[in-house]
């Protein structure tokens, strides 16, 4: 077709068959069949909150639950409704940037941000939700959403009575800062990029809880699952707002991205638990938030442990203390230890669950397109190199998959990635995604066609018209081990295609803010691209500043079609329709190399056995990470095997 202006590719029929290393069964159930907004006759606490109850610290526990809180169903809980107290253990690679998420801030990662932030709606339990049922996003801060007739305006109900953990009332207000003063707000690097929402919907409010957005075309609710974690969590705007340039002027962005710091505890949120103490490099101690607006059916309010611990160590360190017990929980994602955690977990005596999932982790290079932000002549020269197409798909061609995989890891595990949707992702096609098969003849082929010869015969290639060598640097993350393991053979191969890579390895909340923030030349990164919804600029065009790998707005050719591809799909009810768009979507990535990518794993979850209600089949990432997925504040553990809690009987104090 006309769209496929780069010849004939192979098709991924071509590709070696995959297999799969999971089948697990589990039951489907129905969207409400999880939870539900609701009320239950009478409502009880932790019995380690009747003390600041009775000295007056605290509200009795009605009182600070909303009108019609989030009922958890027994009937969906393998293991029923639970006991109180203990300590939930995690390990982490991330540290905490700052508490100020709102301005694009992370809290290190592995379960921490979400485990302070709440969102509109959710989507991390949806992958234990029926076919039929999956018409959307679970609610959560968003009680209820309707679209008007023509679907051009989407009216949202909030919660009634949410209260932030300091006890301040949750309200529209709230919403309509995170919208207007930091999404829309392009001095503000919002996790959700401005524009990015349905084309740039405008926000008006209604009454205290309802707002609506409205759009320049009509929208579905595909659309709204862009409201979930970590694009639509809402920060406490009593706090902010006095930090905001908008409201102060003393204020700069750069004071406002720093006005919750890492060290100042403890902040001020919605979710289950609460950040009280950070010792940097070594942990971060979180407690119960008492105003959680979550119950049981039997209205034991939620959580049920009254604390998380976050070791600050390493990935690699997450998956080997889940494996000796020390750690609670880990998405075993390091193809590199696959086999020794696996037959330790094998073991009756051991005090892990290991549960393999689909192909969902993927990992690849990444080229900045933004040829007009580059600082220099020079990196403008290249990224004007990186936007020719044949440019990327020599790159493509020129890595052998299979030998990427088995650097990473010996055994099953690797499948080629080529680009787009992984095969885990339901939007992924075999048929619409185009393979680029090893072929360095090829590679030299498509160089060559873009005068990117050696011409001073030093055995690299010269940038077109005879200039200086062709030398790509690539960043990694120093915390991603599968990545920079991958870097290793990505470099080796493509300087067998006179191709040099100069690689350095930079911190991880350095590597996430460059990739965000466009500040890259190449990138080797691990990403999952199942949903376009879902941090939706790491993949895909939306808006001006996105994707973040071609942010500025001058569009490739293809990308203009991507884009309208993705807001059809965004704003289409049939699924059917949506399945042929994602199609398209798929071959104009593959065809045009719009990344390159390497290979493809499937994932284990690993639980302790001594938790209760993680269900059977959890995914390690599908809809959300596994830390949304498995429910933590339904997640706990029978009093006899309780951890002690290094901080018992205390609640965070403002
Ligand atoms: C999971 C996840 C939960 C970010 C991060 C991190 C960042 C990315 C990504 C993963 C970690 C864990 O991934 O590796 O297993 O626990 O936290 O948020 O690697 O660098 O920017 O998107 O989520
Ligand atoms: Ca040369």
Not at 172 to 178: K, L, N, P, S, Y
Not at 292 to 310: A, R
Not at 450 to 461: E, F, P, Q
Not at 523 to 535: A, F, H, K, Q, Y
């Amino acid at each position: 077709t006309a769209l496929l202006s780069v010849g004939t590719l192979a098709k991924a029929d071509d590709m070696p068959e995959e297999r799969s290393l999971s089948g697990l069964e589990y039951e489907l159930i129905g969207r409400g069949d999880i939870y539900a907004h609701g009320t239950v006759d009478s409502y009880s606490q932790a019995p380690m909150l009747d003390a600041f109850v009775e000295s007056g610290a605290l509200p009795p526990v009605a009182d600070r639950l909303p009108a019609e809180p989030i009922v958890f169903k027994t009937g969906a809980m393998v293991d029923g409704v639970g006991e109180y107290g203990g300590v939930f253990r995690h390990v982490i690679g991330g540290r905490p940037e700052g508490w100020n998420w709102m301005a694009g801030q992370h809290q290190g990662w592995g379960g921490i941000n979400m485990a302070m932030q709440e969102c509109l709606v959710r989507q991390g339990p949806r992958w234990q939700v029926k076919a039929e049922d999956q018409t959307g996003p679970l609610p959560n801060l968003a009680q209820s959403w309707s679209f008007n007739d023509d679907n051009t305006e989407l009216t949202i109900n909030l919660m009634q009575g949410v209260k932030w953990s300091d006890g301040d009332a949750f309200d529209v207000e709230d919403v309509r800062f995170w919208y207007e003063d930091n999404v829309q707000n392009e001095n503000v690097a919002s996790r959700m990029a401005k524009d990015s929402f349905g084309g740039g919907a405008s926000m008006e409010v209604i009454d205290d809880y309802t707002f609506k957005f409205v759009f320049a075309e009509p929208q579905s609710e595909t659309i709204v699952e862009n409201l979930a974690y970590i694009q639509g969590c809402p920060g406490p705007s009593h706090v902010l707002k006095d930090a905001h340039p908008e409201y102060n002027s003393d204020a700069t962005y750069d004071s406002y991205t720093q006005a919750l710091p890492n060290d100042v505890l403890p902040p001020v949120v919605l979710g289950a638990w609460v950040p009280v103490v950070h010792r940097p490099d070594e942990l971060v101690i979180m407690r119960r938030n008492p105003y959680y607006f979550k119950v049981d059916e039997s209205g034991q309010q939620l959580p049920y442990y009254n604390e998380m611990h976050f070791r600050l160590s390493t990935w690699g360190d997450r998956t080997a203390q889940a494996v000796a017990g020390t750690g609670d929980f880990s998405n075993m994602e390091d193809p590199g230890n696959y086999v020794e955690a696996l037959k330790q977990s094998q073991d009756d005596a051991s005090p892990v669950r290991a549960n393999f999932g689909p192909r969902v982790l993927a990992w690849r290079l990444v080229l900045n397109m933004d040829a007009a932000g580059a600082e220099d002549e020079g990196e403008k020269a290249l990224r004007t190199l990186f936007r020719e197409t044949d440019f990327r798909l020599a790159l493509s061609h020129a890595l052998d998959r299979d030998a990427i995989g088995q650097a990473l890891a010996r055994g099953p595990f690797a499948y080629p990635y080529i680009s787009g949707f992984a095969t885990g992702s339901p939007y992924y096609d075999a048929s619409s995604s185009d393979y680029h098969p090893f072929d360095q003849a090829k590679a030299a082929e498509l160089l060559d066609g873009l005068d990117v010869v050696d011409t001073d015969g030093d055995g690299t290639r010269n940038m077109p018209g005879g200039g200086d060598n062709l030398t790509i640097n690539v960043d990694v993350s120093q915390a991603g081990n599968a990545s920079i393991k991958q870097l290793e053979a990505v470099a080796s191969q493509l300087a067998e295609v006179g191709i040099a890579v100069q690689t350095r390895a930079v911190d991880q909340t350095v590597a996430d803010t460059n990739f965000t923030g466009g500040q890259f030349s190449a990138m080797m990164m691990r990403d999952n691209v199942i949903l376009p919804t879902r941090e939706t600029c790491r993949s895909w065009p939306a808006g001006a500043n996105c994707p973040h790998f071609n942010a500025g707005g001058d569009r490739l050719p293809f990308e203009a079609d991507l884009e309208a591809k993705l807001a059809a799909l965004q704003s289409s009810s049939d699924a059917a329709e949506q399945a042929q768009l994602a199609r398209e979507m798929q071959q104009l990535v593959t065809a045009n190399a719009y990344t390159i990518g390497t290979v493809q794993v499937p994932a284990a979850l690993l639980v302790n056995k001594r938790i209760k209600n993680a269900h059977p089949g959890t995914p390690v990432f599908m809809y959300e990470w596994a830390e949304d997925g498995v429910i933590r504040e339904r997640l706990w553990t029978p009093a006899a095997d309780q951890e002690q809690e290094v901080l018992p009987d205390t609640i965070a104090e403002y």
